[in-house]
């Protein structure tokens, strides 16, 4: 299953899951047999076959996917945009909070 | 320190890479401690190279990330002491290898980028500036068969399950017990470079066991001082003490007030992991 939140913020705020160069992709189907997270999904009949079902799944800041990609096609957002944005959700939580 | 090295490349023979894997090997094997190993045989007859593997140290060359030999050492459970990835080492050298089996300047820049790689590995690095605590006191949980230990104090933590522990302005960072768990038996530490900067959430390396490859996400900001070499040949402490011999990665930090706002203490990331552990049965 997949965590609901990340440091506190909740996961669909969050936008980090892996994108899809299907240019570049050859079906190969290794990230989906590496990422335990079931955020992946293969459809033999569609085109492509590969879907990212479940972005939320994913692990904030994992990466390790696009290392096993060997036409290098999985991309991320940008990592410090992400965590500014999180950081700036987490303090206007905390000052709402105070607010009360 | 063992004096021969046995080799073992990826046998991709219909590419690029596989191919310049194949040309690193060959150029290693000029040497007479080196004994080269063919992917195919080992994979058919592991005993055929079980002389040659118990006097030597395994250096494995993986063509592209797609990563055949590593994953063949780590099935016959082969100790893997070294390794370089040549599409790696291509794409730092801003180099595009693609398909077609080329030998050209930029191929053979990659052959030589490879060969140095492997002849220099052991990195330079001062002696440790981090001052370890006497002893640590740990809390435990059990979920079903397994125990998961987290320190009571002085280490900081991601949601990613990396640790980081502080002394000054250094730092030590690391994996938690669950993650050495789940790996089971760690083969191969891929280091970070000494010198490298990085930032919060960044990728510091990797460690690997035949199940699978977690990536060290690290906790903090700052600057690689010194990796734990004792882990070349001993992989293992990982397993056995991944709070405290198991450390990876020695850091210059750059702004820990700053990471802290993204870190557990010990206590929230007790109770993060009991969440966790319940939520994903392990
Ligand atoms: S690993 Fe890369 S090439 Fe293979 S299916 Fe996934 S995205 Fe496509
Ligand atoms: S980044 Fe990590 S968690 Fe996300 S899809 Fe890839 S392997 Fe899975």
Redesign the interface.
């Given at each position: 299953m997949s965590e609901s939140t990340f440091m506190g913020v909740e996961r669909d705020r969050i936008d980090w899951s892996p994108r899809i160069d299907f240019t570049k992709c050859n079906d190969c189907m290794d990230c989906v047999e590496f990422c335990p997270h079931q955020v992946f999904e293969v459809d033999e009949n569609a085109k492509p076959k590969l879907k990212v079902k479940n972005p939320n799944n994913c692990v904030v800041f994992c990466r390790a996917c696009s290392k096993t990609c060997g036409p290098d096609a999985i991309t991320f957002p940008d990592k410090p945009e992400t965590t500014k944005m999180i950081k700036a959700i987490r303090k206007a939580e905390k000052e709402a909070a105070t607010d009360e | 320190m063992n004096e021969s090295i046995c080799v073992l490349p990826c046998n991709g023979l219909d590419k690029c890479a596989g191919d310049l894997s194949r040309r690193v090997a060959l150029e290693l094997t000029q040497s007479e401690e080196v004994e080269l190993i063919c992917p195919v045989l080992l994979n058919q007859n592991k005993t055929r190279y079980e002389k040659a593997l118990a006097a030597g140290d395994l250096t494995v060359i993986d063509g592209?990330?797609?990563?055949c030999a590593s994953k063949l050492a780590g099935d016959l459970d082969l100790a893997i002491k070294e390794k370089v990835n040549v599409?790696d080492v291509a794409k730092a050298l801003d180099i595009k290898l693609g398909v077609e089996i080329r030998d050209d300047q930029d191929t053979q820049a990659v052959v030589r980028e490879v060969l140095e790689k492997i002849n220099s590995s052991a990195a330079e690095q001062t002696e440790s500036e981090f001052i370890e605590p006497d002893s640590i006191e740990y809390n435990t949980f059990s979920h079903g068969k397994f125990i998961f230990k987290v320190p009571q104090s002085n280490y900081f933590f991601?949601?990613?399950d990396c640790w980081v522990t502080i002394s000054g302005n250094m730092a030590r960072v690391g994996v938690s017990d669950y993650v050495q768990q789940n790996l089971s038996d760690i083969l191969y530490v891929d280091p970070p470079e000494i010198g490298d900067k990085f930032?919060?959430?960044?990728?510091l390396g990797?460690i690997e066991s035949s199940k699978?490859?977690?990536?060290i996400?690290s906790p903090v900001s700052g600057t690689v001082v010194a990796v734990n070499v004792s882990l070349n040949d001993a992989p293992e402490q990982v397993n056995e003490s991944p709070y405290e011999k198991g450390w990876l990665v020695e850091v210059h930090l750059s702004d820990f007030e700053e990471d802290q706002?993204?870190l557990h203490d010990c206590p929230a990331y007790f109770e993060f992991l009991q969440r966790?552990v319940a939520?994903?049965d392990v």
């Open positions: - | 592209c990330n797609t990563r599409s991601n949601e990613n930032e919060q959430f960044d990728d990797s699978a490859v977690f990536e996400i706002d993204l966790k939520e994903i």
